[in-house]
Structure formats: structure tokens, C-alpha cells
């Protein structure tokens, strides 16, 4: 069996080669096509909906590039979000769902998937903490 996760909630890209694609089309000034239900919420953040528009301009100017790739995720997350929210009125499935998702995550531990995240699809690598930012009882665990 499979919990919310597997079937339900996950969307966006799957392969690291599909980022380098949308930066490389986003750098270019060829992305994709922003889906209009995007483009209805920026323009409600641009009219003034959520506050005043110059609040948000780094939210607007954010789509010029686009590096996290939200433009191609967009409809995928609605989908996924919509799914979640089928399942989620079904209260005896979204219960043993949630239940299944809970016991089957150590696969999934936000520090290992954070990791693998950053690695495989950014290419980032992890830097150690500063001395000055560690906290004595976690001095043990320092570098």
C-alpha cells in the first residue's frame, strides 16, 4: 500500500537534467509558457490584492528566471493539490493514507531528502555551520 505522498502529492520536476533544461530555456528568454492560473495570482499580487504591490516585487521580478522552476511546476502542483483535497473528505482512507505516509517516511526524512534535493537537482553542496551559530549542546556534533 501507499500513503499520500506516493500517489497523491507529488508533482514538479523528477530528473536533474529537466532543471538544466528550464534554466538554460529560462536564461535564454525561452521558458515556458506560465499557465494562466499563474498568471491570474501574480496579476492579483500586482493589483494590490494581498497588500501593496512593491511588498511583492521580488516575487514579480523572481519570474524572470524562474530558478526554482515554479512556471513548469505550477499545473502540476494544482493537480496534486486537487488530488489531496479529494482524498483528504474521505476521512477513513485519508486517515490509514496518513497513517501509511507516517510509518513508511524514514526513507523520506527531511534531512535526507533536503540533502539528495540539493545534491542531485541543484548541485549544491552542504557548508558547515559557523562555530559561533552552534549552540553548546550540539558542540559535540560540530565539525
Not at 500500500?1 to 533544461?21: C, K, L, Q, S
Not at 494544482?78 to 517516511?105: F, G, H, P, R
Request: glycine share 4%; charged share 25%.
Amino acid at each position: 500500500e501507499t500513503g499520500i505522498n506516493a500517489e497523491y502529492g507529488i508533482f514538479g520536476f523528477r530528473h536533474p537534467h529537466e532543471v538544466d533544461v528550464h534554466r538554460t530555456a529560462m536564461s535564454e528568454h525561452r521558458g515556458p509558457k506560465m499557465d494562466d492560473r499563474l498568471v491570474e495570482v501574480l496579476d492579483k499580487i500586482k493589483s494590490g490584492t494581498f497588500g501593496p504591490a512593491e511588498y511583492f516585487a521580488d516575487v514579480i521580478s523572481y519570474f524572470n528566471h524562474d530558478f526554482y522552476a515554479i512556471i513548469p511546476d505550477f499545473p502540476s502542483y494544482l493537480t496534486a493539490q486537487e488530488n489531496v483535497d479529494k482524498l483528504y473528505v474521505k476521512e477513513d482512507e485519508w486517515m490509514k493514507k496518513s497513517i501509511i505516509s507516517s510509518a513508511s517516511c524514514a526513507k523520506f526524512s527531511s534531512d535526507r531528502s533536503i540533502s539528495e534535493y540539493a545534491s542531485q537537482i541543484w548541485n549544491a553542496t552542504a557548508q558547515p555551520l559557523p562555530k559561533s551559530l552552534i549552540r553548546w549542546g550540539a558542540r559535540k556534533h560540530a565539525n
